[in-house]
């Protein structure tokens, strides 16, 4: 079974601050991973993936995250937050030997980012 | 840029009846998902398709819930006879070849089961 765990529900940043949104996960074959984004009253919008390479990921809005094996985890960063930033965000999780059509993607409880002007 | 579309965005209903959710993957995509948000939940899956038939489905899509590609563009939901505990939001999601790892998801339609 995989799982995704996001310990915190809410992260409260100020605007200019560096943002760090904590992600760990549990997949018995290679993770995949990626960090999705929805604002109130939309869809999931994709921010970025982890596959395999390079474990610091670049993705949409200046998002990055990086990939931990030892430690398990995918924490999501930006640099420097903006207010447009405040949303709900959350990590997933798909085993990477599941191959063909099925890829269920599991999904963690998710984390609401609030950017303090 | 293209993007998956869901209709309607609300739908409300009486417990007992039944509603259709419709969804228009992203063109020329070959996997689509549904999947629940129940309301300050996480979100579940629910149900893969590929090639005209059901690749996988969670322990809750159970008989009251089916999925059909009718025609090439339109993928549905159909919750049978709804129940309170339906109420939720439902997303679909669609992915291309099979070497494309990334579920693109469109922006859900909330069912209000009263």
């Known amino acids: 079974a995989q799982s995704v765990a996001q310990p915190e529900d809410q992260v409260n940043v100020a605007e200019g601050n560096p943002l760090t949104v904590k992600c760990t996960y549990s997949?018995?074959?290679?993770?995949?991973l990626f960090w999705y984004v929805q604002y109130p009253n939309r869809g999931l919008q994709f921010l970025l993936k982890y596959i395999t390479g390079d474990n610091l990921v670049k993705g949409s809005y200046g998002f990055e995250a990086e990939f931990n094996k030892s430690q398990t985890s995918f924490h999501l960063k930006k640099p420097s937050a903006l207010v447009s930033d405040s949303a709900l965000y959350f990590c997933?999780?798909?085993?990477?030997?599941?191959?063909?059509?099925?890829?269920?993607?599991?999904f963690g409880t998710g984390t609401k980012l609030q950017v303090i002007p | 840029e293209p993007e998956v579309t869901q209709t309607p965005s609300h739908q409300v209903t009486q417990m007992g009846q039944e509603v259709i959710l419709r969804c228009v993957p992203i063109s020329n995509h070959l996997y689509f998902y549904w999947y629940r948000q129940i309301l300050g939940q996480k979100v579940e899956f629910l149900v893969s398709?590929?090639?005209?038939?059901?690749?996988?489905k969670s322990e809750i899509f159970d008989d009251q819930f089916s999925v059909e590609r009718p025609d090439g563009s339109n993928f549905t939901l159909k919750i049978r006879s709804t129940k309170l505990e339906d109420s939720a939001m439902y997303f679909c999601?669609?992915?291309?070849?099979?070497?494309?790892?990334?579920?693109?998801f469109g922006p859900g339609t909330r069912l209000t089961v009263l």
């Open positions: 398709f590929y090639n005209n038939e059901i690749s996988e």
């Open positions: 997933a999780v798909r085993d990477g030997r599941n191959s063909g059509g099925y890829q269920k993607v599991t």
């Open positions: 999601a669609s992915r291309g070849a099979p070497s494309t790892d990334t579920q693109y």
């Open positions: 997949v018995s074959g290679n993770p995949y």
